[in-house]
């Protein structure tokens, strides 16, 4: 066969030389790396999510159903505020949800606000659809306010503005107060990013409030991070029934495979148990921000269930020593800095202990 590459093919000149994005994965002990909750489900929801699929394969000759309407209403249960399934949009992943907003409401000619550092996924969203990208950085505490947010609007003239809260990789929340006022000044469809929202301080206190008042705001979700659903790859979107609609266009038929859509009901009518790690993930997070500071680095104030930590001359030998004692975390976010996620308790307490080492203050 003809040993041929990637460049010789006729490929979209914008994606010459583009990596598949993806966090650099190693079978190792201590996986701190992609922000999952590790607590495994209970045997009992174990045995019930079985059961469901069990139950799913029966129809599994006919095509999942469309809408996903029982999905989407248990959704809207889980998110409360009042919230229908009119209001809600689901698929693999809020990845693919977003980018739906971006096929529905980006495109040629358009244009993606947001401000970094951020999650790069926005970047491709953009790269994808053909809409171009714009970026402003955050203030220098990781913060975006109204009047940065409503000048860089004004100036770049987006067609849709993503804003990631928490942010990954800083951590850092901004008020819903500044949401309020940002999508009281804009035309723009304004993205709200929730994918961490469930581990914050207050997370009833969420964009989804504004929803009922500003018509053109979009408020994603995911099940992958505290509801320790990575694995069944469903994210959503909760906006008015019209930008709902939209994504219904865009998307491809039966986007929701029948298992998904089972196992995930199954997770929604767990919610407390599935959540039940939410409280000690972030225990366990905002203590190590304490002494990581008290070890002299610094830590910019995360309200997620990760957190940066640096700055450091070589990070990538930082990042390379702690996998040497089988502690994987990422190389992402501001120059000198790594990204370390919430882990169990033993998995905190072997992430301390490579890093003295590393750091050479081990015992
Ligand atoms: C992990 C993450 C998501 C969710 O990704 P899924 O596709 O739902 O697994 C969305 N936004 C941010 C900022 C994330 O870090």
Same mark, same amino acid.
């Given at each position: 066969m003809n040993e041929i590459t990637v460049?010789?093919?006729?490929? $979209?000149?914008?994606l010459v030389g583009q990596q598949p994005y993806?966090?650099?994965?190693?079978d190792v002990p201590v996986r701190l790396n992609t922000n999952e909750n590790p607590y495994p489900p209970s045997s009992k929801v174990r045995a019930q999510l079985s059961d469901a699929v069990a139950d799913a394969i +029966?129809? /599994?000759?006919?095509?999942?159903? $469309?809408?996903?309407?029982?999905?989407r209403t248990a959704l809207a249960g889980y998110l409360g505020f009042g919230l229908t399934y009119e209001s809600i949009w689901a698929a693999n992943g809020s990845n693919e949800a977003m980018t739906h907003v971006l096929q529905a409401f980006g495109g040629p000619g358009r244009r993606l606000l947001t401000f970094t550092p951020t999650y790069s996924m926005y970047a491709e969203y953009a790269r994808n659809t053909h809409t171009?990208?714009?970026?402003?950085?955050?203030?220098?505490?990781?913060?975006?306010?109204?009047?940065?947010? /409503?000048?860089?609007?004004?100036?770049?003239?987006?067609?849709?503005?993503? /804003?990631?809260?928490?942010?990954?990789p800083t951590g850092t929340l901004i008020p819903v107060a500044v949401i309020d006022q940002? &999508?009281?000044?804009?035309?723009? /469809?304004v993205m709200v990013d929730e994918a961490y929202q469930e581990f914050t301080a207050y997370p009833d206190d969420s964009a989804l409030a504004l929803l009922a008042k500003h018509p053109r705001l979009v408020v994603a979700r995911t099940m992958s991070k505290a509801f320790a659903f990575a694995g069944g790859r469903l994210g959503y979107l909760a906006a008015a029934p019209a930008i709902v609609d939209a994504c219904r266009i865009v998307r491809l038929p039966y986007h929701l495979s029948t298992q998904t859509q089972a196992l995930a009901q199954v997770a929604l009518a767990n919610s407390d148990q599935m959540l039940a790690q939410v409280v000690r993930l $972030?225990?366990?997070?905002?203590?190590?921000?304490?002494?990581?500071?008290?070890?002299?680095?610094?830590?910019?104030?995360?309200?997620?269930?990760? &957190?940066?930590?640096?700055?450091?001359?070589? +990070?990538?030998?930082?990042?390379?020593?702690?996998?040497?004692?089988?502690?994987?975390?990422r190389e992402v976010g501001p120059a000198g800095y790594l990204r370390v996620s919430a882990g169990t308790v033993a998995e905190m307490s072997a992430f $301390?202990?490579?890093?003295l080492a590393v750091l050479g203050r081990g015992e």
């Open positions: 460049l010789d093919l006729p490929l $979209r000149e914008e993806g966090a650099p994965q190693f +029966r129809t /599994i000759g006919r095509y999942p159903e $469309r809408d996903a309407v029982e999905l171009e990208f714009v970026t402003v950085p955050r203030a220098s505490d990781f913060t975006v306010d109204a009047a940065l947010a /409503i000048d860089a609007v004004r100036r770049l003239n987006p067609s849709v503005v993503v /804003i990631a809260n928490p942010n990954n940002i &999508c009281a000044a804009v035309d723009a /469809i $972030r225990a366990a997070i905002q203590s190590l921000q304490s002494w990581l500071r008290s070890e002299g680095l610094d830590v910019p104030h995360s309200e997620a269930n990760f &957190c940066l930590f640096g700055p450091f001359d070589d +990070r990538h030998a930082v990042w390379e020593g702690l996998l040497e004692h089988g502690v994987l975390v $301390r202990v490579a890093l």
